[in-house]
């Protein structure tokens, strides 16, 4: 049975990043942000290639970070950002996930939408 990249995405327990993004531009964007305080949103999307996917892929990967699958990121999932895309990965630092969310939460209101 095939499975699209939307099936995974319902699915995000069957689903891994490198189903959509190639694994030498995730360790590529890692290797960029390896030690704490250096993650730039706009960088390592672009690196990952996240920056180049359509609005559909972006909203399926939303799914997949969304751990609790609530429709929303709070800064608790953020935090474990990277370690969706490789599990050995860092925790982003509490200046990094503040970054992240004010660069992505569009009302304010302590969340990221998929929307």
């Not at 699209?4 to 694994?23: E, G, N, Q, R, Y």
């Not at 982003?92 to 503040?98: A, I, N």
């Not at 004010?102 to 969340?111: H, L, P, R």
Request: charged residues 30%; contains cysteine; glycine residues 6%.
């Amino acid at each position: 049975m095939f499975l699209t990249f939307t099936s995974l995405a319902l699915m995000p327990w069957k689903m891994s990043i490198t189903d959509v993004l190639s694994a030498d531009d995730i360790a590529a964007a890692l290797q960029e942000c390896q030690d704490p305080d250096t993650f730039e949103p706009q960088k390592f999307f672009q690196t990952s290639g996240l920056a180049k996917m359509s609005a559909s892929q972006v909203k399926d990967v939303f799914r997949f970070i969304d751990n609790d699958q609530s429709g929303y990121l709070d800064e608790e999932e953020l935090k474990f950002f990277l370690q969706k895309f490789e599990s050995g990965a860092r925790e982003l630092t509490e200046s990094e996930t503040k970054s992240l969310m004010a660069a992505a939460d569009n009302d304010g209101d302590g969340k990221i939408g998929a929307d």
